[in-house]
């Protein structure tokens, strides 16, 4: 079985940092394309940055020059940097990966519980 959980959340003053992380574990082959996506109330899920195994980032325009995403193959794990935090980035925030669990196995998506993010005015 394989587990995403993400942690570094909080309430923070505009114009304040936060860094999240997520760390996947159980059995894992390779993992492949790593995300993170936010949810605030009322509004769909939608994705904030996307990394893949190469390591090669894009994000969303409107995190763009603010947030960074980042990952450690070697401890499976991915990070979300964000800097000057706006009260619109307050949403919970979930960490996604699409994981091979054996060589020549299926690919299959997992999602972390998420982490609250909260930004004050």
């Known amino acids: 079985q394989v587990q995403l959980v993400e942690s570094g959340g909080g309430l923070v003053q505009a114009g304040g940092s936060l860094r999240l992380s997520c760390v996947a574990s159980g059995e894992i082959s390779h993992i492949g394309d790593m995300k993170w996506f936010r949810q605030a109330p009322g509004i769909q899920r939608g994705v904030v940055a996307t990394i893949t195994s190469a390591g090669d980032p894009t994000y969303v325009d409107s995190v763009k020059g603010r947030f960074a995403i980042s990952r450690d193959n070697a401890k499976n794990t991915l990070y979300l940097q964000m800097d000057n935090l706006k009260p619109e980035d307050t949403a919970v925030y979930y960490c996604?990966?699409?994981?091979?669990?054996?060589?020549?196995?299926?690919?299959?998506?997992?999602w972390g519980q998420g982490t609250q993010v909260t930004v004050s005015s």
């Open positions: 996604n990966a699409a994981i091979q669990q054996r060589k020549w196995g299926a690919w299959q998506n997992y």
